[in-house]
Every structure is written in C-alpha cells, then in structure tokens.
C-alpha cells in the first residue's frame, strides 16, 4: 500500500483470552464474537487474538507481546485470587515490576465484602480469613489503574508497557468483562471510534483463483486508501469454487476502488455473482 494512505485509526486492538477451560472444550469462547461485536458497533475492527492456557510462562510470553506491539489489548481471564488464577502475576513479570494491593481496589473490594454480608445478615470482620483472601483481588502491577466492575465492584486493571502497547484486564466472566470493555472503549478510546465511517464491498467472482487476482488486489491497495479481502471458497453449495473480493475502509475511497476493482474484473472477463455490502 502506498505509504501515504492510511486506512486503519491506530491503535489496532487486539484480544488475550486466558483459561484452561476453552482449550480443553469445557467452555466454549464467547469473547471473541462479542469483543468484534463491540468493536464493530463503534466502527473499530478487531486486528488479532490470542488464546493461552492457564500456564505461567505462556501467559507471561503472550502478555510482553501485547506490551511490546503498540496495541489496546484485552485480556480476559484468570484475574481472580485462586491458585489457577495466575493473570495478575504475570502481568508484573511482563512489565518487571513488583505486585502490590491497589488502594482504590482495596476499597471497591471491602465495599463487596460489607454489601455481601449486609445481604447474608452478618456482621462484616475483615480480618475473617477469607476476607482477608479476597483482598489479593486487588493486588495489581505496581502503577496500574483499575477498570470499574458494574457487576459486582470488583475491578479490573490496566497497564502500560515501555514498547507502547496497553493491556486492559477483565474478568473472565462475559456478564463483567463485556460491560467493562464498553466502558475502557467510551472512555479511553471514543476519539478512535468513526460510526457511520466504515463500508465494506465486495463480489462473488466465480470459479476464480487467488493467484490470478492477486496482482489487481495488490494495485488497488497501491492505489486507494482501502484494503483489499479475498475469502475463498472450494465447495459453496450455490457457487461452487468461487472468491468473495472485495474492498473496505472509508465510504468515500471504498466506492471509488470498488469502481476500479470491478473494472479490473471485467478486463479480465470474470464470471461475478452477486454483490454485498457491509456497514
């Protein structure tokens, strides 16, 4: 792509899903269709994700990447305060820096702890041992900021690395998480956000191959401020072997190389099927 063109508003975001469970079938994911979801709806688009076990030094070696790529990145997972919850301390090893209990956490969680037991009748001892546990919820990386939890008061967190990436940590539950992420987007990044600035256009070219298309592709991006998609298929039960290519990025560029791509198309006297448009 001519360098002078830019589709994309930066940051990219990106997306850590952590946990046993999804690798093993047990659970299946439901970040990664809500996480584009919101993205989406806010004309953002998700660039890449991430699926770790809850294995330290996986975790540790995903995480100095997010640190280290000038991203926004979500994490889902494994921030609680159970032995295979091993998030937090991971994200201090990724950043080099010590953990310690987040003042504000320490309030929002005790503030949980007196609504729970105000709720069960009791009288709230916050020197109960399990009390006194539930405050390594909120010991985070030295220098992090916490991210409300609507749900239920407990936070998450947010972290700064020297290579430019943040890295945002949410619960693993959707019923946080995705709330949160509503708010860490409207907040921090609304200036990102371009509703009603993104199109997507494409057509069905019938019995094609990627590699006969790909030097006209590769003229479009070198011409318009738009990237260029091909997805294959080899069995469509309609189609049958065919391409959808297509073009997507800013209205006003996607309808001119949109132009220039079906003109490509028809100098090459391609058999085209039906045409989509995507908002």
Same mark, same amino acid.
């Given at each position: ?86 998030? &937090? /301390?991971? #994200?201090?090893?990724?950043?080099? @820096? ?5 003042? %504000? =956490? ?87 956000? &371009? /509703?009603? #600035?993104?199109?997507?256009?494409? @057509? ?5 191959? %990627? =590699? ?68």
């Amino acid at each position: 792509m001519n360098p002078a063109h830019h589709v994309f508003t930066d940051p990219a975001f990106g997306l850590i899903i952590i946990g046993d469970e999804i690798l093993s079938g047990k659970r299946a994911d439901k970040h990664l269709p809500k996480v584009i979801e919101l993205l989406s709806a806010r004309g953002l688009t998700l660039a890449w994700s991430r699926c770790v076990g809850d294995d330290r030094k996986r975790i540790t070696a995903a995480l100095q990447d997010a640190f280290a790529s000038a991203d926004v990145v979500f994490s889902c997972g494994g921030i609680g305060a159970t032995p295979d919850d091993h998030t &937090r /301390q991971c #994200a201090a090893a990724a950043l080099g @820096v010590e953990l310690a209990l987040h003042p %504000e =956490a320490k309030d929002l969680i005790e503030q949980r702890m007196r609504d729970v037991a105000a709720e069960q009748g009791q009288t709230f001892d916050p020197s109960r041992p399990d009390n006194v546990h539930r405050y390594n919820m909120g010991v985070f990386p030295a220098g992090a900021r916490i991210i409300h939890n609507p749900y239920n008061k407990i936070p998450g967190f947010s972290c700064d690395g020297s290579g430019g990436g943040t890295v945002h940590f949410l619960p693993g539950f959707p019923v946080m998480a995705w709330p949160m992420i509503e708010s860490v987007l409207d907040g921090q990044y609304r200036h990102c956000q &371009r /509703q009603g #600035a993104w199109l997507e256009r494409s @057509v069905v070219v019938l019995g094609a191959m %990627e =590699a006969a298309l790909t030097p006209l592709m590769e003229r479009i991006e070198a011409v318009h401020a738009v990237k260029v998609f091909s997805l294959p298929s080899v069995d469509h039960p309609t189609y049958g072997r065919h391409i959808e290519l297509g073009v997507k990025g800013a209205p006003e560029s996607v309808n001119a190389a949109y132009v220039d791509l079906l003109a490509g198309l028809h100098d090459r006297a391609a058999q085209l099927g039906p045409e989509m448009v995507r908002r």
